[in-house]
């Protein structure tokens, strides 16, 4: 046997099909063999007994550095993957967002200018098309090719929505060129006319954010985006869905056998409407779009990861200081739309997804990895562990018992949604390509090492 770079001893290893206790040797960043009594031919060994090996978490939805309202996303492409790397993500797919007049190529070009060289942990990119014209339809198949292969299109937001004709046409476009659309599912018309109403009465709380994008806003929407992926005949994936309203469109469609996908998000499987009543302004913690729900959709959200109704669980990290938030003090559309969630999703779904709901640890590394890696074009090379993967590992503890504060937090924002959070089971060491990058909770690894993902054709799923 040749001489390994590093070996882990001793873990049980969690797959999105197996688990079992093995030894894994890697070699210049990937895994190079699994068996037992590998430490010999090593000098760097980790002893994961106890622990749990799960293939590294891959977040297919943040925004770092993201311009908002006036304002940026406060994590830029190294504090927020550094955050990311100890809380167990080994990847994250960014949304580089088109400005009005530019060309695809030079969104990628803003966005790589922002990720290269100081993402810590390896990074694809999504590109959202705010400003479709027919040069922009034309750059779609190279942008795909340069390894962009996934889009999203906004159906609200003033400056950034997209009508039902530039949907069809760019999941046509998008899909026969092998790529995949992504829509932010949620009606214009029915915002508008809510947010007028609220803010002519006078109501400007963030809890009126909320009201005004009721679950049907959302379902109309996912439910109409779906309907016209399905007379195109093309795939598409919903981003954050929130409730019922929106997932039960999914399962509908995909029950009648259309590759229709989607994800949900922590927040929307943990908190609820009743945030936003927290007293001094401390709703617009939550504000984000679409808002949090009624907690009666949590068990349709958990059942519809179970049954594979969504198949991913992203973060939509979006974080802004209160400060930030401030900006909306006096009128909650002015509050910008967003929470920080990247280092948490893998606790979180262990402790509340396998612990309490009773996800197998297999459906665990599906939706937090292997799922993820699928749908954007990444695997096997990220998703899971095999031979020959890049050996994107994280070591977990399951016996760790934490609260969750702020505090403990290296996410670049004062606060958390998820503050006095119990948790049992926490990362206590991120590999990424081989590397340890992180440790306790503490980011250990070089400055900037973090690769851009190429990411190839989609899987349906
Ligand atoms: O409130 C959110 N989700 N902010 C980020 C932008 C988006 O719609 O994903
Ligand atoms: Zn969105
Ligand atoms: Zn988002």
């Given at each position: 046997?040749?001489?390994?770079?590093?070996?882990?001893?001793?873990?049980?290893?969690?797959?999105?099909?197996?688990?079992?206790?093995a030894?894994?040797?890697?070699?210049n960043?990937?895994?190079?063999?699994?068996?037992?009594?590998?430490?010999?031919?090593?000098?760097?060994?980790?002893?994961?007994?106890?622990?749990?090996?799960?293939?590294?978490?891959?977040?297919?939805?943040?925004?770092?550095?993201?311009?908002?309202?006036?304002?940026?996303?406060?994590?830029?492409?190294?504090?927020?993957?550094?955050?990311?790397?100890?809380?167990?993500t080994?990847?994250?797919?960014?949304?580089?967002?088109?400005?009005?007049?530019?060309?695809?190529?030079?969104?990628?070009?803003?966005?790589?200018?922002?990720s290269d060289?100081?993402?810590?942990?390896?990074?694809?990119?999504?590109?959202?098309?705010?400003?479709?014209?027919?040069?922009?339809?034309?750059?779609?198949?190279e942008?795909?090719?340069?390894?962009?292969?996934?889009f999203?299109?906004?159906?609200?937001?003033?400056?950034?929505?997209?009508?039902?004709?530039?949907?069809?046409?760019?999941?046509?476009?998008?899909?026969?060129?092998?790529?995949?659309?992504?829509?932010?599912?949620?009606?214009?018309?029915?915002?508008?006319?809510?947010?007028?109403?609220?803010?002519?009465?006078?109501?400007?709380?963030?809890?009126?954010?909320?009201?005004?994008?009721p679950?049907?806003?959302?379902?109309?929407?996912?439910?109409?985006?779906?309907?016209l992926?399905?007379?195109c005949?093309?795939?598409?994936?919903?981003?954050?869905?929130?409730?019922e309203?929106?997932?039960?469109?999914?399962?509908?469609?995909?029950?009648?056998?259309y590759?229709?996908?989607g994800?949900?998000?922590?927040q929307?499987?943990?908190?609820?409407?009743?945030?936003?009543e927290?007293?001094?302004?401390?709703?617009?913690?939550?504000?984000m779009?679409p808002?949090?729900?009624?907690?009666?959709?949590?068990?349709?959200?958990?059942?519809?990861?179970?049954?594979?109704?969504?198949?991913a669980?992203?973060?939509?990290?979006c974080?802004?200081?209160?400060?930030q938030?401030r900006?909306?003090?006096?009128?909650?559309t002015?509050i910008p739309?967003?929470?920080?969630?990247?280092?948490?999703?893998?606790?979180?779904?262990?402790?509340?997804?396998?612990?309490?709901?009773?996800?197998?640890?297999?459906?665990?590394?599906?939706?937090?990895?292997?799922?993820?890696?699928?749908i954007?074009?990444m695997?096997?090379?990220?998703?899971?562990?095999?031979?020959g993967?890049?050996?994107?590992?994280?070591?977990f503890?399951?016996?760790?018992?934490?609260t969750?504060?702020?505090?403990?937090?290296?996410?670049?924002?004062?606060?958390?949604?998820?503050?006095g959070?119990k948790?049992?089971?926490?990362?206590e060491?991120t590999?990424?390509?081989?590397?340890?990058?992180?440790?306790?909770?503490?980011?250990?690894?070089?400055?900037?090492?973090?690769?851009?993902?190429?990411r190839?054709?989609?899987?349906?799923?």
């Amino acid at each position: 046997m040749k001489k390994l770079d590093m070996v882990i001893k001793n873990g049980t290893v969690v797959t999105a099909s197996d688990c079992y206790k093995a030894d894994l040797g890697i070699v210049n960043g990937k895994i190079e063999v699994m068996g037992s009594g590998l430490e010999k031919y090593a000098d760097k060994v980790i002893d994961a007994e106890g622990k749990y090996v799960f293939p590294g978490g891959i977040d297919p939805h943040t925004h770092m550095d993201m311009p908002f309202g006036g304002t940026f996303s406060s994590d830029n492409f190294n504090t927020g993957t550094k955050a990311a790397a100890c809380g167990g993500t080994t990847t994250i797919v960014d949304f580089a967002v088109q400005p009005k007049g530019k060309s695809l190529k030079d969104t990628a070009k803003i966005w790589r200018e922002k990720s290269d060289n100081k993402a810590c942990i390896d990074y694809g990119i999504h590109i959202v098309i705010t400003d479709m014209n027919e040069d922009i339809m034309n750059e779609i198949p190279e942008i795909i090719k340069s390894g962009y292969s996934s889009f999203k299109l906004f159906m609200t937001y003033d400056g950034m929505m997209v009508d039902d004709d530039t949907l069809m046409k760019t999941l046509t476009k998008v899909s026969s060129n092998g790529g995949l659309t992504c829509v932010h599912a949620e009606n214009y018309y029915v915002i508008k006319y809510y947010t007028k109403k609220l803010l002519d009465e006078g109501k400007t709380e963030p809890k009126y954010h909320a009201i005004s994008r009721p679950d049907l806003c959302e379902g109309e929407a996912a439910g109409r985006a779906i309907k016209l992926a399905e007379l195109c005949n093309t795939p598409l994936y919903i981003v954050h869905n929130t409730c019922e309203a929106s997932a039960s469109e999914i399962a509908r469609a995909r029950k009648k056998g259309y590759p229709i996908m989607g994800e949900t998000c922590p927040q929307y499987l943990l908190l609820s409407y009743d945030n936003y009543e927290e007293p001094d302004f401390n709703g617009s913690k939550y504000v984000m779009s679409p808002p949090l729900r009624d907690k009666k959709n949590w068990p349709y959200l958990w059942e519809a990861l179970k049954n594979n109704t969504l198949q991913a669980v992203s973060t939509d990290h979006c974080p802004f200081f209160m400060e930030q938030k401030r900006m909306g003090i006096n009128d909650f559309t002015k509050i910008p739309n967003g929470a920080p969630g990247v280092e948490l999703r893998m606790p979180l779904m262990y402790t509340y997804g396998v612990l309490e709901r009773k996800l197998t640890l297999q459906k665990f590394v599906e939706v937090t990895s292997t799922n993820v890696a699928k749908i954007f074009g990444m695997y096997p090379q990220k998703g899971t562990i095999a031979i020959g993967s890049d050996a994107d590992l994280v070591i977990f503890d399951p016996n760790k018992e934490v609260t969750v504060t702020q505090s403990m937090l290296n996410e670049n924002v004062d606060y958390t949604p998820f503050e006095g959070f119990k948790l049992k089971g926490y990362p206590e060491i991120t590999l990424s390509r081989g590397e340890v990058i992180a440790k306790d909770g503490k980011y250990i690894g070089s400055e900037g090492r973090g690769k851009f993902i190429k990411r190839g054709v989609p899987e349906i799923i």
